[in-house]
Nanobody, 127 residues
Framework: QVQLQESGGGLVQTGGSLSLSCEAS????????AAWFRQFPGGDRELVGG????????YYVDSVKGRFTIDRDNVKNMVYLQMNSLKPEDTAVYYC????????????????????WGQGTQVTVSS
C-alpha cells in the first residue's frame, strides 16, 4: 500500500503561480508512475499530466502545456506540480495519483489505472 498526501494548494490571482507537492509513504520501494488530476465542481476527475518512474517521460493535457510542469524526486518520495500563468479555469481540486508500473518509462493517462490517490488540495484562481 502507498499513501499519498498533497500540499501547497491555495488562492492565487490570475497569472500567478502555485507549487503543489505530493508525498508518498508506505511501500515506496517499487516502480510507480504518477500523475496529477483535477476535478471541477460537478465534474469528473480529469488528467492534468503524468510522469514516469524515471522522471524522463512526462505527458500534459493541451490546456496546461507550457504552463504546468511535473517533476519527481524518488529519493524523497515526492512528486511536484509547478503551475504558472494560472487562469480562473484552473480552479479545481487537484489530486496526486500513483500506480504500479511495469517499467521506468510507463506513463498512464487513464484515471482508472491509478490505484493510489491523495485526498486532494483546492486551487482557486481569482480573476
Amino acid at each position: 500500500q502507498v499513501q499519498l498526501q498533497e500540499s501547497g494548494g491555495g488562492l492565487v490571482q490570475t497569472g500567478g503561480s502555485l507549487s503543489l507537492s505530493c508525498e508518498a509513504s508506505g511501500r515506496t520501494d517499487r516502480t510507480y508512475a504518477a500523475a496529477w488530476f483535477r476535478q471541477f465542481p460537478g465534474g469528473d476527475r480529469e488528467l492534468v499530466g503524468g510522469i514516469s518512474w524515471s522522471g524522463l517521460h512526462t505527458y500534459y493535457v493541451d490546456s496546461v502545456k507550457g504552463r504546468f510542469t511535473i517533476d519527481r524526486d524518488n529519493v524523497k518520495n515526492m512528486v511536484y506540480l509547478q503551475m504558472n500563468s494560472l487562469k480562473p479555469e484552473d480552479t479545481a481540486v487537484y489530486y496526486c495519483a500513483a500506480g504500479r508500473a511495469d517499467s521506468s518509462s510507463t506513463i498512464q493517462t487513464s484515471r482508472y489505472w491509478y490505484s493510489y490517490w491523495g485526498q486532494g488540495t483546492q486551487v482557486t484562481v481569482s480573476s
